[in-house]
């Protein structure tokens, strides 16, 4: 079993806190739709990625911005390479200025099942502070588009521990989004990536960063808000009305082979990762001379291995299986236990460590204390 993402690289604009590979020349798009078509048939044509992949996901960049002719050509030839089971499940990424009946048909059409809608925030201001090209109303129009043009599963994107005076903005938000008609919700504190027109307002003093104790406080009411309203928290970070948790993104925190195509892409299988060029001109270039835009490539040890195998485990509800062979003669339970005496994390009858509510805050501490 193994996972395909693709990454579509275009964006119209930036929103400044996304460090995220991407360009806005839209000419490119015709030439790197095929490009992506010759990448995938060169992998498809090693014995290692002959068989159908289990899920598809399209990320970005913003893949809503590709013209749906150009969705088509990418799945007619994704559907000539290998024969899909019909239940797997194929995402898309969308901003919501970008759907419309017309498009949620088109997507539906072409078969895909889930959309990942990047709503960001439901507050009109805090979208303007982010440079979102949408509505609060929009993303509501968006997530009504979908579900008439029969697609159910849909997931929206949330950011929480915004600067200073958007508080009320975030638990505004939350509320709202939490009475919409979507089935999986995932949340991200705001970062300041260096690069990013948001980090250079933060270092000019333009804006100044949530406080640890506002991050911890949203948080928590965001893991609360969602049980209310039925959601399971399945990682660190997602949580899903039941039947509806990510099965693409769950195979990465499982440590299910993927292959990422496109670029600035990564693929793991093995303990062997790679990773593409991260400029499109090159990596067009490339593929019209039928050579992978490999960028580099890495081979993890065994230390490496189990340490991420805790670090993906730990963010995830069922927590670390310690029955795992890459785990053993690790002395895990040893190093758990300053943590275990302290409540923020448990010890399961089927050989997991989880982390408790009280520890779900502390997961980058306990981890670094695991490995």
């Not at 709503?119 to 968006?142: G, M, N, P």
């Not at 270092?203 to 949203?218: F, I, N």
């Not at 040890?301 to 927590?319: A, D, F, Q, V, Y």
Request: charged content about 20%; proline content about 5%.
């Amino acid at each position: 079993m193994w996972g395909l993402y693709l990454h579509i690289p275009f964006c119209p604009t930036r929103c400044i806190y996304c460090d995220f590979y991407s360009q806005s020349d839209l000419s490119l798009q015709s030439a790197f739709v095929e490009a992506l078509c010759r990448e995938l048939t060169i992998y498809c044509d090693r014995g290692l990625w002959a068989t159908a992949p289990r899920t598809i996901y399209l990320g970005g960049g913003t893949p809503s911005s590709l013209p749906l002719p150009l969705l088509e050509r990418l799945m007619q030839h994704i559907h000539s390479l290998w024969r899909l089971d019909k239940s797997i499940e194929i995402t898309i990424e969308a901003n919501p200025e970008d759907v419309s009946p017309e498009w949620a048909r088109g997507v539906a059409q072409l078969g895909f099942n889930r959309i990942s809608l990047g709503v960001q925030s439901l507050s009109d201001e805090t979208l303007r502070f982010l440079q979102r090209r949408h509505s609060a109303a929009q993303a509501e129009l968006a997530i009504s588009y979908i579900r008439e043009a029969g697609i159910s599963n849909v997931s929206i994107d949330l950011i929480f521990a915004l600067p200073k005076g958007y508080e009320q903005h975030w638990f505004e938000s939350l509320a709202h989004a939490l009475v919409l008609p979507v089935t999986h919700l995932s949340a991200y504190g705001l970062t300041y990536e260096s690069g990013t027109r948001l980090d250079r307002m933060r270092e000019s003093g333009a804006v100044t960063p949530s406080s640890e104790e506002t991050y911890v406080k949203q948080y928590y009411a965001l893991v609360a808000a969602c049980r209310k309203a039925g959601f399971t928290h399945y990682e660190l970070s997602n949580w899903a009305l039941p039947g509806f948790a990510s099965q693409h993104n769950s195979a990465y925190w499982d440590g299910t082979p993927y292959l990422g195509l496109g670029p600035s892409a990564h693929s793991y299988m093995a303990r062997h990762r790679w990773w593409n060029l991260s400029d499109i001109h090159l990596y067009i270039e490339r593929l019209q001379q039928d050579t992978l835009p490999i960028a580099d490539e890495e081979w993890l040890s065994l230390t490496e291995l189990s340490e991420e195998c805790i670090m993906l485990g730990l963010r995830t509800s069922r927590g670390i299986d310690l029955r795992r062979p890459v785990l053993q003669g690790v002395p895990l339970m040893d190093r758990a236990t300053p943590w275990l005496d302290q409540g923020l994390l448990t010890y399961t009858a089927d050989d997991h460590l989880r982390l408790t509510h009280e520890g779900l805050i502390w997961c980058d501490r306990i981890c670094t204390a695991l490995c």
